[in-house]
């Protein structure tokens, strides 16, 4: 097998697998946010401030900018923690994602744009390529056409190459015995 060959091979073999790993991963949190939540700032720095929460079945970010650091800027905030919900539940709305920005300006002038996506978006979007990959790299029966899979049975090979022209897509297939 060619050099490139297998490289391509072993690169589809890893975003395959990387992507059903990405998948249960996302699933997983999905589910087990009806019972906790994971919130906390990610960045907190006196001009800028990133939120990022999970719970009830969706994902929130909110970063907050301030236009000047006098009077120390951003106040320093919680770290990240784990809690639990009072009421499992996932919440299905909002059904899409929601993005809002306002400026407040109690007592100075602060920027506070939000996000907030529900965790089945980033699963839809990592589930159909993922399934598509697989559902793409399966090999054909023995027999068959490597590449539309149509029975070659009762086709002549050609006798000094062992090679069989697929008549239903036109390619060239090596015949297994």
């Not at 990610?42 to 800028?48: D, S």
């Not at 589930?127 to 490597?146: E, L």
């Amino acid at each position: 097998m060619a050099h490139w060959r297998l490289r391509r091979l072993v690169t589809r073999r890893r975003v395959k697998w990387a992507g059903l790993v990405l998948c249960v991963l996302v699933l997983g949190v999905y589910v087990a946010s009806a019972w906790y939540a994971a919130r906390g700032w990610v960045v907190n720095e006196p001009k800028l401030a990133v939120y990022m929460g999970i719970g009830r079945g969706r994902l929130a970010f909110a970063v907050i900018n301030s236009r000047t650091s006098a009077d120390g800027g951003i106040p320093l905030l919680s770290p990240f923690r784990l809690d639990p919900l009072d009421r499992p539940s996932i919440d299905l709305w909002p059904i899409w994602f929601a993005l809002d920005s306002f400026t407040a300006t109690d007592p100075r002038p602060i920027t506070i744009t939000e996000a907030d996506v529900p965790l089945w978006i980033p699963l839809l979007f990592l589930s159909i390529p993922t399934a598509w990959r697989w559902w793409t790299d399966r090999k054909a029966p023995p027999g068959h056409c490597r590449y539309c899979r149509y029975d070659l049975a009762g086709l002549n090979a050609r006798a000094e190459s062992g090679i069989t022209i697929c008549p239903e897509c036109g390619k060239p297939t090596e015949r297994e015995a």
